[in-house]
């Protein structure tokens, strides 16, 4: 039995980072992972290159059943902070759209910097050890494939469902519940949604067709790309509003955004007679789109009727679709809800009525939006555990 002052559970974003944190301020750490290697999940981030944060990282990009829970840890520990780590280890990096960055080169740059991190704060990291069991007695004992480990203070980092071929478990909520924590309701996000019936039939031979949208629900929307795949859609605009999304809503897109479509059908109308409305469409969107719009071609322009064309127009700027469900875990980028935020301390991360228990990351309910955010909720929860543990 070895004895350390910190164990932490699980070697991705949130746990390094709460590693290389408590190590700093001469912890002696444990850092566990089942893997064989760390960070699996930000290798394969943002197509290999990690959308590593994102500059508007603002609490209202954050969902959870309490809405101010993330503002303590995103202050404390900002996205400035983490860009500051990047800069002393020289990685390139560069800001797509909407304020999201990336390596220039891999995300392995990213996980080497976080492994180096740990190891000059003497964290001791072992991998391909599997969590058996985990008990309280004076301090916490987890029991592992590979011998038993002993500390005062346990940090749950395992992360959430999503993505189980990666290795995700639900070892964080498993041991959260074994300690009387709550959970809120659990399921995949940021995850394409598929749909059935006529709608299905449709999107199916568009499969691989993109544009840029409008994707709403509510209050909600997102103006970002949306793709059709041979299950339904996805996209970043579909990914962004599948976490506001529940079973029997609607979602509302605008396939035209910012562009009048009557306007521009009327103007067609007069200055192209003698144009089939498919070829109009096809100037509009992609030419699969429109041909599946008007799959006859459609009659010429000066033979639609202003009925027709308006019905097209509104078809084109709110178009209704109620999903059927999503592609689930397997391809949910992160997992909604977790660890009831009302059992932790927001400051701390630690378990209210369990001291030395602190849960971080994607275990946490706590779920950002697409584009760099979730890692920054991981870097700033882990960082607050560190401080703290």
């Known amino acids: 039995m070895s004895g350390f002052d910190v164990i932490v559970l699980g070697a991705g974003a949130a746990g390094l980072m709460c590693a290389l944190t408590a190590g700093q301020r001469g912890r002696r750490v444990l850092l566990l992972d089942h893997a064989e290697e760390p960070g699996k999940k930000i290798l394969i981030s943002g197509g290999g290159r990690c959308n590593f944060t994102n500059l508007g990282c603002v609490p209202d990009r954050f969902l959870s059943a309490n809405r101010h829970f993330v503002k303590s840890a995103l202050s404390r520990y900002t996205q400035h902070d983490f860009l500051a780590l990047v800069g002393r280890h020289r990685i390139a990096w560069h800001e797509k759209t909407l304020g999201q960055l990336f390596c220039d080169g891999s995300a392995r740059e990213i996980v080497a910097m976080l492994v180096a991190e740990c190891g000059g704060a003497q964290v001791d990291m072992r991998m391909r050890h599997r969590v058996t069991a985990v008990s309280h007695d004076g301090a916490f004992q987890v029991e592992t494939d590979q011998g038993v480990f002993t500390a005062p203070s346990l940090v749950l980092a395992t992360g959430g469902l999503s993505i189980p ?36 039939d449709m999107m199916r031979p568009l499969s691989g067709v993109a544009l840029p949208v409008v994707a709403s629900l509510g209050k909600t929307s997102f103006s970002e790309a949306m793709l059709f795949t041979h299950r339904g859609l996805s996209g970043p605009a579909v990914l962004q509003i599948s976490s506001m999304w ?76 109620t999903p059927t469900g999503t592609e689930g875990y397997a391809k949910a980028e992160v997992t909604l809800g977790g660890i009831d935020t009302r059992d932790l301390s927001s400051q701390t991360m630690q378990a209210r009525l369990v001291p030395g228990l602190f849960a971080i990351g994607e275990a946490v309910d706590v779920t950002g939006w697409l584009g760099g955010y979730n890692f920054q909720w991981a870097w700033s929860s882990g960082w607050c555990a560190g401080m703290a543990a």
Do not use: Y
């Open 246 to 321: 529940r079973e029997g809503s609607e979602i509302l897109l605008d396939c035209l955004p910012g562009t009048d479509a009557m306007a521009v059908l009327r103007e067609r109308k007069t200055s192209r007679p003698r144009a089939e409305l498919k070829t109009v469409l096809g100037e509009l969107v992609p030419q699969r789109l429109a041909a599946a719009l008007a799959p006859d071609g459609g009659a010429t322009m000066a033979n639609q009727p202003d009925r027709a064309l308006a019905a097209m127009a509104a078809h084109l700027k709110s178009w209704r679709l």
């Open 165 to 200: 071929k990666m290795g995700a478990s639900g070892l964080a909520h498993d041991v959260a519940v074994q300690f009387g924590l709550r959970l809120t309701d659990i399921r995949p996000g940021l995850v394409p949604l598929i749909f059935q019936g006529g709608a299905l």
